[in-house]
């Protein structure tokens, strides 16, 4: 089973490199926006505890999350593998969800970075915010505080996968193809 950890900075391509590697690999996505306003629709046990956080405007505990995760693989226990789409963004998440997947007899196979400078990072989010109209994407201060915030909270799970041999960087920059054979050759590598 080929488990793969997809991740970057904001604007660093994920959502649309993510795309790309579901169509030719045949993963499972598992997105935890998605995964959360999937439980939230359906009115779940898990999506009612976190409804119960998000109105007080709280973070969904990672306890919920994980159960959402864990409800997800079980959905798709015949699947090639998964891609997983922000999430882990923290060293107790990454240590959370290698729990899970041993007890599902599987683990990460590698977590591929991509790597993109902060110039270009912003270059990206304002030209995707004048295509969406996401008021996040088009604020110089929000995009600053965004890219600062992964920089200090999330890029240290990197040390975590990299002590396990699994964290791969890929340059993220270039065209949208290029970028995307680099992130072949690095999983057609793993087989």
Not at 100 to 105: E, N
């Amino acid at each position: 089973m080929l488990n793969i950890v997809l991740f970057g900075p904001p604007g660093a391509g994920k959502g649309t490199q993510a795309a790309n590697i579901i169509e030719k690999y045949g993963l499972v996505h598992l997105s935890t926006g998605d995964i959360l306003r999937g439980e939230l629709a359906a009115q779940s046990k898990l999506g009612l505890e976190a409804k119960k956080y998000m109105d007080k405007g709280e973070l969904v505990p990672d306890s919920v999350v994980i159960g959402m995760i864990e409800s997800k693989l079980d959905h798709h226990a015949d699947a090639n593998g998964f891609i997983f789409d922000g999430f882990p963004r923290t060293t107790a998440q990454a240590e959370a969800l290698d729990d899970l997947l041993a007890r599902k007899k599987t683990a990460i196979t590698a977590m591929l970075a991509l790597e993109v400078g902060k110039e270009e990072l912003i270059k990206r989010l304002q030209g995707r915010g004048k295509i969406s109209g996401r008021a996040d994407d088009q604020d110089i201060i929000v995009i600053e505080n965004r890219i600062n915030v992964y920089n200090r909270e999330t890029a240290p799970v990197i040390d975590y996968y990299s002590a396990q041999g699994k964290f791969k960087a890929i340059a993220g920059m270039g065209t949208i193809e290029a970028i995307f054979d680099r992130l072949c050759l690095v999983i057609d590598g793993l087989k």
